[in-house]
């Protein structure tokens, strides 16, 4: 009987041991989302349109293209590759007559065949180390910054100030397999509402 009450008690834990790791996923994403610069509703907008816009272009040309669709702030960068300058045309086309539309969009898809596997697994290595080093240098918060690598370009985004931006592209650049650095930035001031360290006291009228 007492063997009996110890295996009931273990399958009881077993539902409340997932649900603690499930509200350990919960906080470390509100945390993420607490630093995020944008807006919770502009973060909710930027995965609905990169799901709509990857849909669209997926269902319309299938294998046919490799894009990769990122939107920070309702700015969507794509990136990949499109066999010609007219179907590149075509899916930035496609991307800004969304319902949800973008605020703009930057086209960065390379006239060529899809990239390999190998040269995507290379990409994803070179955004690893970028934002490990960014970890590292300790210069900015690395979480207002979003990393994209393709063809071994390194595209940076967010909403950052001068500073901050100096320091990331000085961090990629100097960082081994990078080609290149393109910058899709928002700027902003450190004494704006969206750019003062989070908790810092807000300046007083007329100072």
């Not at 499930?22 to 630093?35: P, R, T």
């Not at 907008?45 to 319309?60: H, K, P, S, V, Y």
């Not at 991307?95 to 930057?106: A, D, I, Y």
């Not at 960065?108 to 970890?135: C, M, P, W, Y």
């Amino acid at each position: 009987m007492k063997t009996m009450s110890v295996i009931l008690a273990a399958l009881l834990a077993l539902p409340l041991a997932g649900c603690v790791e499930m509200a350990a996923v919960g906080l470390g994403a509100a945390a993420l989302s607490y630093e995020d610069r944008r807006t919770t509703g502009a973060q909710v907008e930027d995965e609905g349109l990169e799901l709509r816009a990857a849909n669209r272009i997926g269902e319309r040309y299938g294998s046919k293209v490799h894009v990769n669709v990122t939107s920070f702030n309702r700015f969507v960068l794509l990136t990949g590759e499109a066999p010609d300058q007219a179907t590149k045309a075509a899916i930035e086309k496609l991307v800004l007559e969304l319902p949800s539309k973008p605020r703009g969009v930057s086209n960065e898809l390379r006239v060529a065949g899809s990239s390999s596997l190998t040269a995507r697994s290379n990409d994803t290595l070179i955004t690893g180390k970028v934002k490990a080093r960014f970890l590292d240098a300790k210069k900015f918060n690395p979480l207002h910054v979003k990393v994209v690598t393709e063809a071994a370009t390194v595209y940076l985004m967010g909403i950052v100030t001068q500073a901050e931006a100096s320091a990331a592209v000085e961090v990629t650049r100097t960082t081994g397999g990078v080609a290149k650095v393109v910058k899709v930035f928002e700027y902003c001031q450190a004494t704006d509402e969206v750019c003062r360290p989070r908790g810092a006291a807000k300046p007083k009228a007329g100072s």
